[in-house]
Each structure stands twice: as structure tokens, then as C-alpha cells.
């Protein structure tokens, strides 16, 4: 894993570069599945009420993947 980034308004952000499939599980199982990510990121925010999954997939890099996440 690398080192987490520390945003301006206090919120981190942690990045889960290995990780290649995110799941959202609920009580009726399986709501969302990627594969094909890469470079996911996560983020705590409002005071630990939200939080927000960045994925990317393998292709995009550098600022394209920043402005266009999957």
C-alpha cells in the first residue's frame, strides 16, 4: 500500500493500489461489482458520516485518471 494523502479540508484519502475487484454488499447480497480496477482509493468524509470509493481502471494513469474515474 502507499502512503495515504491527507486532503486540505482534513479528510484522508487511502490508496488500495493492488486492488483489482470492489464489492458493495448489503442484506440482499451483491449491490455493485468492478473488476478491472486498479490504484482504489477511499475516503472518510463529514466527519466520518460518508464515505466515498475512487476506482480507476488498469488503462487510465496520471491526471486522466483523476479527472475520469470509473
Known amino acids: ?3 495515504d494523502i491527507q486532503m486540505p479540508n482534513g479528510d484522508v484519502l487511502k490508496n488500495y493500489p493492488d ?3 470492489v464489492e458493495v454488499i448489503t442484506n440482499d ?3 455493485f461489482v ?4 486498479s490504484t482504489v482509493q477511499v475516503s472518510l468524509q463529514d466527519d466520518g ?3 466515498k470509493v475512487f476506482l480507476y481502471n488498469m488503462f ?3 491526471t486522466e485518471a483523476l479527472q475520469n474515474p470509473l
Open 29 to 31: 447480497g451483491r449491490e
Open 34 to 37: 468492478r473488476y478491472g480496477c
Open 1 to 3: 500500500m502507499t502512503e
Open 60 to 62: 487510465q494513469t496520471g
Open 49 to 51: 458520516r460518508t464515505v
Open 19 to 21: 486492488v483489482t475487484r
